[in-house]
């Protein structure tokens, strides 16, 4: 089974937790509503859930909308994919977010992804494209004796 929905908007990364002066982590705010953001996406669009066991593989794509500062030729050389977005938040946070917000939706446990793909590319507008698939059936369709 493979899968894919997109998130439009900036792309987010996991903030750190947050902890009140008597010591109790909570999650910031911005991440909670994003976390939401990215199931409510996966709900409204698909309704499958991957087997408990089953080895995943994601890949996920964050597209920047390019600054409105650069000139017509460096705007074509990014959307070439000849320059490529630097910014900020870092591709681990990226995959940590949207890993950890479809945990227990798409899949029982993020430890079910064994093989990321992550890039980061200029686009005509800011969103993330999510795919997740079977490992198995990406690997040439035939279980692997070793997972």
């Known amino acids: 089974m493979k899968i894919s929905f997109t998130i439009l908007g900036i792309p987010q990364g996991k903030e750190r937790p947050r902890f009140t002066r008597f010591g109790k982590a909570y999650t910031p705010p911005k991440t909670k509503?994003?976390?939401?953001?990215?199931?409510?996406?996966?709900?409204?669009?698909i309704r499958h859930k991957f087997s408990e066991n089953a080895p995943?593989?994601?890949e996920i794509t964050a597209f920047y909308k390019i600054p409105k500062s650069a000139s017509k030729k460096l705007q074509k050389k990014?959307?070439?994919?000849e320059i490529k977005p630097t910014?900020?938040?870092?591709?681990?946070?990226v995959i940590?977010?949207?890993?950890d917000a479809l945990n227990g939706v798409a899949f029982y446990d993020d430890a079910q992804v064994c093989k990321i793909l992550f890039e980061k590319k200029h686009g005509e507008m800011p969103k993330v494209c999510v795919k997740i698939e079977d490992l198995e059936i990406t690997e040439g369709g035939k279980k692997d004796a070793a997972l």
């Open 33 to 45: 509503f994003y976390e939401e953001t990215v199931r409510a996406n996966y709900k409204r669009l």
């Open 56 to 58: 995943l593989i994601s």
């Open 78 to 81: 990014m959307l070439n994919g």
């Open 87 to 93: 910014v900020k938040p870092d591709g681990d946070n």
């Open 96 to 99: 940590k977010i949207i890993l």
